[in-house]
């Protein structure tokens, strides 16, 4: 009834930009929260940024003032600007949302996962 549906990734050169899309669809009654997630090989999967309906934000210290995450409410979609990106940026990143649908309470839905590659 609900999925959401990242694109955005691919393989850029250090220094370069990406932007990352995710769109919620289905039974959606409202979304708390949405944020974006990566995780490296080996390593445990972190937040990057989330942002609340209310259009408060949350960066990992790690991309502050080089990312940055924005909504829109109306379409149930959310975007990471990509910025200065480095090698160590280098993860698959997934889309993550806090949301109400018609059959469940909140609760949190993931994407499949977008690969983002960054060369030196």
Same mark, same amino acid.
């Given at each position: /009834?609900?999925?959401?549906?990242?694109?955005?990734?691919?393989?850029?050169?250090?220094?370069? @930009?990406?932007?990352?899309?995710?769109?919620?669809?289905?039974?959606?009654? @409202?979304?708390? #929260?949405?944020?974006?997630?990566? /995780?490296?090989?080996?390593? /445990?999967?972190?937040?990057?940024? #989330?942002? !609340?309906?209310?259009?408060? !934000?949350?960066?990992?210290?790690?991309?502050?003032?080089?990312?940055?995450?924005?909504?829109?409410?109306?379409?149930? !979609?959310? #975007?990471?600007?990509?910025?200065?990106?480095?090698?160590?940026?280098?993860?698959?990143?997934?889309?993550? #949302?806090?949301?109400?649908?018609?059959?469940?309470?909140?609760?949190?839905?993931?994407? /499949?996962?977008?690969?983002? !590659?960054?060369?030196?």
């Amino acid at each position: /009834q609900v999925q959401l549906v990242e694109s955005g990734g691919g393989l850029v050169q250090a220094g370069g @930009s990406l932007r990352l899309s995710c769109a919620a669809s289905g039974s959606i009654f @409202s979304i708390n #929260a949405m944020g974006w997630y990566r /995780q490296a090989p080996g390593k /445990q999967r972190e937040l990057v940024a #989330a942002i !609340t309906s209310n259009g408060r !934000t949350k960066y990992a210290d790690s991309v502050k003032g080089r990312f940055t995450i924005s909504r829109d409410n109306a379409k149930n !979609t959310v #975007a990471l600007q990509m910025n200065s990106l480095k090698p160590e940026d280098t993860a698959v990143y997934y889309c993550n #949302a806090d949301l109400e649908s018609y059959y469940r309470a909140g609760h949190d839905y993931w994407g /499949q996962g977008t690969q983002v !590659t960054v060369s030196s």
